[in-house]
């Protein structure tokens, strides 16, 4: 059974950081691009960054940009979310997406931890 179970969300002050954490199971891990995708309430789910299968690339949001950081663990079959500096306009649902990257229709997604910046 496919699973991607997110944890580390919560409440925290603008300024403050949190990580994220996305752990896998159920698929071959290693052969998946992992992304972090957000959805705010009353708007669409948005990219936040993605990570290349062996961690070699990674592309970010301009509007996250210098402040998150995504990286993952294969052997650990776990991806993360640093993420730093934070905003009001970060507080969102954040989801993990798994795409495989050798076949073209498997993908999965996470049921998504609640991040929420304010003060």
């Known amino acids: 059974q496919v699973q991607l179970v997110e944890s580390g969300g919560g409440l925290v002050q603008p300024g403050g950081s949190l990580r994220l954490s996305c752990a896998a199971s159920g698929f071959t891990f290693r052969r998946y691009a992992m992304s972090w995708y957000r959805q705010a309430p009353g708007e669409e789910r948005e990219l936040v960054g993605t990570i290349s299968s062996t961690g070699g690339t990674t592309n970010y949001a301009d509007s996250i940009k210098g402040r998150f950081t995504i990286s993952r663990d294969n052997a650990k079959r776990t991806v993360y979310l640093q993420m730093n500096s934070l905003k009001p306009e970060d507080t969102a649902v954040y989801y993990c997406?798994?795409?495989?990257?050798?076949?073209?229709?498997?993908?999965?997604w996470g049921q998504g931890t609640q991040v929420t910046v304010s003060s």
């Open positions: 997406y798994a795409r495989s990257e050798v076949i073209a229709w498997s993908s999965y």
